[in-house]
């Protein structure tokens, strides 16, 4: 019981963090290669804080404001660059954060921070945490899909130039999305840190981006529930099959790429045009993909 | 009396090409303004650099007295500029309707966490509805527009300006991909549009309905204003027939 319980609350973190991403690569069309860099200043934020005796329910909060906050930072420096541009450049952000974190002795450095107090709150307590939190994002995202800054995301994502055409400030909307992407990464960052009890600039390196854009973009671009599903897979067999385990950048990494040459609209997408396909009705395009 | 619209000595050059050459116009309130020019004039540039598509090398915007000259596109569009572009661009991954809808939401898209909050889409549907009609492509509202042919993005083109309830409406060559009849009613519908109080500035190669419709005529050409005034008299000057329509050629030579 004990591992399906980790299993369980290692999957819940993962929807979370993919979530994130999603807000941020699947509404608002913006991609983003270094999403990790901002689940760990979520993760480090809070550690640093619990370790020093702070209560781990002011870390939560606090985790996700350094987060988003780094985030609005890198958004603010992405708004001049456009798609393939803005790729290299989260990229690039994922690797800073990692060196910088690796010359920190305050963060660690190599070593990074152990010891990191558990909430109290038990396995099963901590795993129903995770869970809520899980739901609670996707609620909110569900949402916000369906409000006038989801309505304004997806013309975004669409053309950017014809949304301002509309009147949009397609830069402000950016940057929301940027903001409570990474604030939501920084949540689950936290909730790692806590769970494992360990970080080091390890845990938050290059392939953890790519798993997450991996986990969006098999799940189907933008779609909610595909994306949930596929960070809950995509957590889990790693611990299940040693060889997944083994090779998970090559193996995510080339589905990423599979993916968008083959299927742009991920799992959510087959399974709509299955459906098409079956019941003869016709359902409009959605989501557009850069590869 | 100030101008609703006024350009002033603006100047584009793309690399070496100079696409506008210090062009001056002015579009009065209630004003049904044609601008015209053969292939390559500089008129559809004109008109991103009025929305601010474009940066000028030189020269002034104003909106009703209101610098743009330095506002983002965006913010030229709430300050009451819309557009309808010759090549169109349609939001893909939208049905017609939601392309309408979306523009008339301005006062909900405005700050992105007020949009947040709002979740109505009924009142902008029923707008929407409503200038798709006025356009004449009511019936395409649930389609794709990678389904519908050019005339009618044409018209959903229009009808997403229309949306904005604009104080000024750019038409970048509505009636192209219209047949005779098409045409005709949808000039018909700007007529009715610029009575019902929205002023317009109208770029057509359709010179039989331009003359019907305009009750000015800005003619370009080679980046520069060579005429300016009312059709009839514009379409006399000499300069204007040779330099647009070829020497000894009338008005009734129609497409140029
Ligand atoms: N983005 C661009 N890059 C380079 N050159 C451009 C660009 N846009 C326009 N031009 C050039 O600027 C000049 C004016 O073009 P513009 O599109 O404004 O003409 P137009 O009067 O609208 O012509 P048409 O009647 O064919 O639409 C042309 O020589 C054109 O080739
Ligand atoms: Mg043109």
Same mark, same amino acid.
């Not at chain 1, 606090?62 to 930072?73: E, H, M, W, Y």
């Given at each position: ?184 990464? /920084? ?34 671009? /933008? ?29 995510? /990494? ?24 079956? /019941? ?12 | ?36 020019? @053969? ?34 596109? !965006? ?14 661009? @349609? ?20 700050? @992105? ?17 409503? !200038? ?47 047949? !005779? ?7 018909? %519908? ?14 057509? !190669? ?24 009312? @059709? ?9 027939? %040779? ?14």
């Amino acid at each position: 019981m004990e591992y399906e319980i980790t299993l369980m609350t290692l999957a819940g973190i993962a929807v979370i963090a993919a979530l994130g991403l999603n807000l941020i690569t699947g509404f608002c069309g913006q991609i983003s290669l270094g999403h990790a860099a901002f689940y760990g200043a979520g993760a480090y934020g809070a550690a640093m804080l619990t370790t020093n005796g702070v209560s781990f329910w002011l870390a939560l909060p606090a985790g996700a404001l350094v987060a988003g906050a780094l985030g609005l930072v890198v958004g603010l420096a992405s708004l001049r660059v456009r798609h393939d541009f803005l790729a290299i450049t989260t990229m690039g952000v994922g690797f800073l954060f990692i060196g910088v974190v690796r010359q920190q002795d305050a963060l660690g450095g190599e070593m990074g921070i152990y010891a990191i107090p558990d909430p109290g709150l038990g396995r099963l307590g901590y795993m129903v945490l995770v869970v809520v939190l899980a739901g609670l994002v996707a609620a909110f995202s569900l949402y916000l899909k369906r409000s006038w800054m989801g309505f304004a995301f997806d013309a975004i994502a669409d053309d950017e130039d014809t949304a301002l055409m509309v009147g949009i400030d397609v830069a402000r909307y950016k940057l929301a999305a940027f903001a409570m992407g990474t604030a939501i990464a /920084g949540v689950a960052g936290v909730l790692y840190a806590h769970e494992i009890k360990y970080i080091g600039p390890d845990s938050f390196g290059f392939p953890e981006s790519i798993a997450m854009l991996a986990m969006v973009a098999v799940g189907g671009i /933008g779609s909610v529930g595909g994306v949930a599903f596929a960070a809950v897979v995509m957590t889990v067999l790693p611990h299940w099959l040693q060889v997944v385990a083994e090779y998970k950048l090559l193996l995510y /990494g080339a589905l990423l790429f599979a993916v968008m040459r083959f299927s742009p609209g991920g799992l959510a997408g087959l399974v709509r045009s299955w459906r098409t396909r079956a /019941g003869g009705f016709r359902i409009a395009a959605t989501g557009k993909v850069e590869p | 009396m100030t101008a609703l619209l006024e350009v002033r000595d603006v100047a584009v050059s793309f690399g070496g090409v100079r696409a506008l050459d210090g062009v001056t116009f002015a579009l009065q309130v209630g004003e049904l303004l044609g601008l015209i020019g @053969p292939n390559g004039a500089g008129k559809t540039t004109a008109l991103r650099a009025i929305t601010g598509t474009v940066r000028p090398d030189r020269g002034t915007v104003t909106l009703e007295g209101l610098e743009l000259t330095r506002l983002p596109v !965006h913010r030229r569009v709430r300050a009451g500029l819309g557009m309808s572009q010759q090549l169109v661009r @349609p939001f893909r991954a939208m049905t017609a309707i939601e392309n309408v809808m979306l523009a008339a939401g301005t006062a909900k898209t405005h700050a @992105p966490f007020g949009a947040l909050l709002k979740r109505d889409r009924g009142p902008e549907r029923e707008k929407a509805l409503a !200038h798709l009609e006025t356009v004449g492509i009511a019936e395409a509202a649930e389609s794709a527009p990678d389904s519908l042919p050019l005339g009618t993005l044409k018209r959903l083109e229009m009808a997403r300006a229309l949306a904005l309830e604009p104080k000024v409406l750019l038409l970048d060559e509505p009636l192209a991909g219209l047949n !005779h009849v098409e045409a005709r009613r949808l000039a018909d %519908t700007i007529v009715e549009l610029n009575r019902g109080g929205v002023s317009i500035v109208l770029i057509e !190669h359709n010179l039989g309905e331009v003359m019907r419709v305009c009750s000015r005529l800005v003619v370009l050409d080679n980046g520069r204003v060579l005429g300016d005034g009312a @059709p009839e008299a514009v379409m006399a000057d000499p300069a204007v027939r %040779t330099a647009y329509l070829g020497a000894g050629a009338g008005v009734e030579a129609g497409h140029a």
